[in-house]
């Protein structure tokens, strides 16, 4: 689960770290208010409007403006609220569709007393999964496209390890000010900054922060003036505070719903909708269908217990993607009786109607035969299949 930027602040600012003051606003006249307030508190005309979207590079699209007078803050607000915001990291890239910008946050400038005098660093924090423990990631090329610098400027790009028994070590905060060539007050600001920020990601059950920029102002105070927070919806039952912060309006509509009726699913960019039950099982069976000359067009885990009614909610927010030519259904009877999960697809099937794409159904384990028997008895247009390449060859067939 994704944060807003502001949202991000204030879960690190309640671990102690500092950030980029600043208030959010959904009008043009909240944003003049909040310029008033910020400009008055921090007696600088320089003010910063960023718009909040889940997404990346902002600054790139427009999405990010300096103002220094009410009369420009209200212009600036003006054109970023209601947008369609393009950024390298929204949908289709700088040739997509965007993302409607529906909140600013106008923030403090923290390039003070001089911007020259300030330092940008980059600084995240996630899981290693091949090494399987945490890694702080850190370069003294903030405020840059992190992906280039590691494939351009390798060297410019350090990792910390962090032994998942014995935590975040002093040592380890040392050695990063070292590496960022600290010293000082802002050495010992940058040591702290990252134990807050470790002990943000930890406390959250988070899977990743990223600072970018993390700054060392001219006074050598260490700020986030930018974050990017990715929450790990597994540990969500533990925060229902954090849960509370999801925003549906910067999520896809049908995974929204999906998860209404507790369906796990992903959209995908293939032609192929796959229902299945089980996260392997689901993942070999989009291997298979790409393999076999198809593209997956969603990863979609209908649990244990694919019921009718589950089964019913499945087929509608597959049919809902009009790239789908073809849905494979493959479930193993375990838990489930395969006998059950037929006539949960015989009656959906009939409940939806006017179904136009070919449908696959491979069951095995409990039942199985019964199953298979059901389906070939129904006299709908549904193919069944006993071996998950026969069910392959069988989408591969219905779409060429």
Not at 82 to 89: F, I
Request: charged share 25%; proline share 2%.
């Amino acid at each position: 689960m994704n944060l807003h930027e502001y949202q991000g602040k204030e879960l690190l600012k309640s671990y102690g770290v500092a950030i980029q003051e600043g208030i959010v606003a959904t009008t043009i006249e909240d944003a003049v208010a909040a310029y008033d307030n910020i400009s008055a508190r921090t007696n600088n005309k320089f003010v910063v409007i960023k718009a909040q979207i889940h997404a990346g590079g902002r600054g790139k699209g427009g999405g990010v403006k300096v103002v220094k007078s009410v009369d420009e803050a209200k212009e600036k607000a003006g054109q970023i609220l209601g947008m369609m915001l393009k950024t390298p990291q929204t949908p289709g890239g700088m040739d997509g569709e965007g993302k409607l910008v529906r909140k600013v946050l106008v923030a403090e400038d923290s390039y003070v007393p001089s911007f020259d005098a300030c330092k940008e660093f980059y600084v995240s924090v996630l899981m290693d999964r091949e090494k399987k423990c945490n890694v702080i990631i850190y370069s003294t090329e903030g405020g840059m496209d992190i992906e280039k610098v590691a494939e351009e400027t390798p060297e410019l790009v350090h990792k910390e390890w962090i032994d998942p028994e014995l935590g975040l070590q002093g040592f380890q905060t040392r050695k990063i000010a070292f590496n960022l060539g600290l010293s000082g007050k802002a050495f010992k600001a940058m040591e702290l900054f990252i134990r807050q920020l470790y002990k943000a990601f930890l406390g959250s059950d988070a899977a990743l922060f990223e600072i970018n920029p993390c700054l060392v102002t001219g006074d050598e105070r260490v700020v986030a003036v930018d974050c990017k927070v990715t929450l790990d919806e597994n540990g969500l039952y533990r925060h229902p505070d954090l849960e509370a912060l999801r925003d549906t309006d910067e999520e896809d509509a049908t995974e929204v719903e999906a998860r209404n009726f507790d369906l796990n699913y992903v959209k995908l960019d293939g032609n192929v909708g796959c229902m299945v039950n089980g996260a392997g099982l689901a993942m070999a069976t989009m291997d298979i269908i790409k393999l076999s000359g198809g593209e997956p067009a969603n990863f979609l885990d209908v649990g244990g217990t694919a019921n009718a009614e589950r089964v019913e909610n499945a087929f509608r927010i597959i049919l809902k993607d009009p790239n789908v030519k073809a849905i494979l259904i493959n479930i193993f009877g375990g838990i489930v009786r395969c006998d059950r999960v037929a006539q949960g697809v015989i009656d959906a099937y009939k409940n939806i109607g006017n179904i136009n794409v070919p449908i696959i159904v491979r069951l095995q384990g409990t039942n199985a035969d019964i199953a298979k028997k059901m389906i070939d008895d129904s006299g709908l247009k549904v193919l069944s299949a006993i071996e998950l390449q026969e069910a392959a060859d069988r989408v591969k067939a219905v779409l060429s």
